[in-house]
């Protein structure tokens, strides 16, 4: 093979259909004598072919053939991304196998197209009275691409079936045993293929089959739409550079949702289109916009539906505002109580701690602690805090240093 493709791409002035018939098995009708449905897909093609060669054909390229090639690379690596990301849930390898199956009935169906193809074209070729020496140019170029596509497939099918035998669990599907697990995982492939396709699935009634190839088509439908996830990108940056203001916050919420259920199903079905990086891009816009505060109080927005890179992404960013408070940084806070800027930091960050040692996941989810935090990263925000939850200076007579957040209360 090696000697084939340095002759191919060095030699000069070579017949590339003769060079590669030293090499390649080449598909003739004989072949598919018993085969009726390949007969017929055969004499659709010639007369695909027949019919544009009679057209105004300068190059191969005017004969508009499929890609083929380009569809088989596709498969390929789809294959390729579901065997390396396999997980050790028997759900998931119980709809990769299935999907690795449905990917290789497409792939083989490619296959009989391209030899169909290589078919028709050898016997018009064989006709050498039919059309001039342009048109069989470029009926010749056409098959070269057609016979390079065999050569391709000659080498990758055995070594695609193999990896697949070696890496996906194959077992015998257990409906009683799977069925509740199977039809969740399929309800949520189901909204993930409205989202992108903005239409409903036509269900065969198989919860398996219809998983599997709505998972399919939808990494089919990323796989081809290249520009999908930076479109996506670029609305998040134009959302993460606009000011929030109480006025905008629930638009920008409202676009940001669908972006984020955009970046999630790209993530899972793409190859490597959106990465975790991204992720936290979003997330970090996203934090910045639920918690936005005109002085009220703020529903946290962390619970069971939270993804471990959502929450991670969150942590880190309250554990750096708790930082600031431990080292004495926070400049609102310093603003706010100047000289008895220490001992407030000291105050707010004993009630968030708690007497124990700071739960990130619990002061996202807590209300009070939530709100107390995010009230310390924005100017005055511990004024509107304490008067929504009513911290009267006549409750808290030992805490006399805090007098500037009591000033709602001195006006009442």
């Given amino acids: 093979m090696f000697e084939f493709l340095k002759n191919l791409f060095n030699r000069k002035n070579v017949d590339t259909v003769n060079l590669v018939n030293k090499y390649v098995s080449i598909p003739t009708r004989e072949m598919y004598a018993k085969d009726a449905n390949m007969l017929k897909l055969i004499e659709e093609e010639k007369d695909n072919y027949t019919s544009l060669i009679k057209g105004n054909v300068l190059t191969s390229m005017d004969l508009d053939h499929a890609d083929i090639s380009e569809e088989l690379n596709m498969y390929v690596n789809l294959i390729s991304n579901i065997i390396s990301n396999q997980t050790n849930i028997d759900i998931f390898y119980l709809i990769n196998a299935h999907k690795c199956k449905l990917y290789l009935e497409n792939y ?4 009989r197209i391209n030899n169909a193809k290589i078919i028709a074209i050898t016997e018009i070729l064989n006709n050498l009275s039919i059309f001039n020496k342009r048109k069989r140019d470029a009926l010749k170029s056409e098959l070269s691409i057609l016979v390079l596509n065999k050569a391709t497939i000659d080498g990758q099918k055995v070594s695609l079936i193999k990896e697949i035998n070696n890496n996906i669990k194959m077992y015998q599907y257990d409906a009683n045993q799977e069925k509740e697990d199977l039809l969740s995982r399929k309800e949520q492939v189901k ?26 088509k939808i990494e089919e439908y990323i796989y081809k739409h290249k520009t999908l996830a930076s479109s996506y990108k670029s609305e998040l940056e134009m959302i993460s550079n606009t000011k929030v203001s ?5 638009d920008l919420i409202e676009k940001l949702e669908k972006i984020e259920q955009a970046y999630l199903i790209i993530y899972e079905y793409g190859i490597k289109d959106i990465n975790e990086s991204d992720l936290q891009g979003l997330y970090t816009t996203k934090y910045r916009l639920y918690s936005y505060s005109n002085g009220e109080i703020i529903e946290p927005f962390v619970n069971e539906n939270t993804n471990q890179i959502e929450l991670d992404c969150y942590s880190n ?36 701690r708690n007497g124990k040692e700071f739960d990130l996941v619990n002061v996202l989810k807590d209300k009070f602690l939530f709100n107390l935090l995010n009230s310390t990263t924005y100017e005055n925000g511990l004024i509107p805090f304490f008067r929504n939850y009513l911290v009267a200076t006549n409750l808290y007579k030992d805490v006399n240093f805090c007098n500037p957040v009591f000033l709602w209360d001195k006006h009442n």
Avoid: R, W
């Avoid at 083989?108 to 296959?111: G, S």
């Avoid at 109480?246 to 629930?250: A, I, P, R, Y």
């Fill in 317 to 352: 960013i309250v554990s750096k505002d708790i930082e600031k408070l431990i080292m004495g940084k926070n400049e609102h806070i310093n603003s706010l109580f100047k000289e008895d800027s220490i001992n407030a930091s000291i105050l707010i960050k004993e009630i968030i």
């Fill in 246 to 250: 109480k006025e905008n916050k629930d």
């Fill in 191 to 216: 909204k993930d293929y409205e989202f992108i396709f903005k239409s409903t699935y036509n269900e065969t009634g198989d919860a398996l089959e219809d998983t599997a190839i709505m998972e399919n």
């Fill in 108 to 111: 083989f169906e490619l296959e």
